[in-house]
C-alpha cells in the first residue's frame, strides 16, 4: 500500500535553529498539506499546497513558517528559527482528489 | 468559531463488547467525515469516511453514523480487540474546501 513518508522521524534543534523537515507524499497525489499536534492535544493544520503554491494556510503558518516541493517528490516545511513552542509531532499529508488522505507516521521536533 | 468536538476523553471497554465513540461538528458547510485512529507515535490512520449524501457506511468490523440534523458523527467498533486500543479522532472537510479539521479526540482502552 502506498505510503507517506517523513524524515527524520525525530528531530531535536536550538532555539533559533532553522529546521527542515522532509516529506515524500504518494507520487501520484496531487494535494500536500502540513499538520501539527502538540503533545497531548489534537491534530491542527498548518498549510495546504497545490499546483506549486500554497492554498490555504492557518494563523500558526507565520512567516517563520516556509513549504517547498523542489522537485517532483519531496515536499519540505522549513521553519526559519525554532522557538520552544514550535515542539511538536509534525505530520505530512497527501491526497489525490476527493477524499483520501494518507498521513505520514511524522517528525517529532523538539526544540530545547 | 467553527469546530469539531468530541463528547468523550477515554473510554473504557472490554475486549469483545462494542465500542461507541461521538463526535460533534457545527460547520454546516461540512459534507465529509473521516474517522482516523491514532496509536502512540504514529500518524493519523484513516479508518473510515462518510460524505453527507449518506447517514451510515459499514467497513470491517467499523460502522460511521451521521445525523446531519443534530450534526452528530459516530463510530462504532464491533468486537473490541486490544489493538484497537488507541486515540480517535472525527475529522470534517467540505468538498469545496480543502483542509481537514480534526476534533479532540478519544482515547479507547480495551480491557482484556
Known amino acids: 500500500e502506498p505510503e507517506v513518508t517523513q524524515t527524520p522521524s525525530h528531530q531535536v534543534t536550538q532555539m533559533g535553529q532553522e529546521v527542515i523537515l522532509r516529506c515524500v507524499p504518494i507520487?501520484?497525489?496531487?494535494?500536500f498539506y502540513w499538520y501539527r499536534q502538540i503533545l497531548g492535544q489534537k491534530v491542527e493544520f498548518l498549510v495546504s499546497?497545490?499546483?506549486?503554491?500554497?492554498?490555504?494556510k492557518s494563523e500558526i503558518f507565520d512567516d517563520q513558517f516556509s513549504v517547498e516541493r523542489p522537485d517532483g517528490s519531496n515536499f519540505t516545511l522549513k521553519i526559519r528559527s525554532t522557538k520552544l513552542e514550535d515542539s511538536a509531532m509534525y505530520f505530512c499529508a497527501s491526497r489525490q482528489g476527493l477524499g483520501g488522505y494518507t498521513f505520514g507516521s511524522g517528525t517529532r521536533l523538539t526544540v530545547v | 468559531g467553527e469546530s469539531v468536538g468530541l463528547h468523550l476523553p477515554t473510554l473504557s471497554v472490554q475486549e469483545g463488547d462494542n465500542s461507541i465513540i461521538n463526535c460533534a461538528y457545527s460547520n454546516s458547510a461540512s459534507d465529509y467525515f473521516i474517522w482516523y485512529k491514532q496509536e502512540s507515535g504514529k500518524g493519523p490512520q484513516f479508518i473510515i469516511d462518510i460524505r453527507s449524501n449518506m447517514d451510515k457506511r459499514q467497513g470491517q468490523r467499523v460502522t460511521v453514523l451521521l445525523n446531519k440534523t443534530v450534526k452528530h458523527l459516530s463510530l462504532q467498533i464491533a468486537a473490541t480487540q486490544p489493538g484497537d486500543s488507541a486515540v480517535y479522532f472525527c475529522a470534517e472537510t467540505s468538498a469545496a474546501g480543502n483542509k481537514l479539521t480534526f476534533g479532540g479526540g478519544t482515547r479507547v482502552l480495551v480491557k482484556p
Open positions: 499546497f497545490y499546483n506549486n503554491e500554497i492554498s490555504e
Open positions: 507520487s501520484n497525489h496531487l494535494y
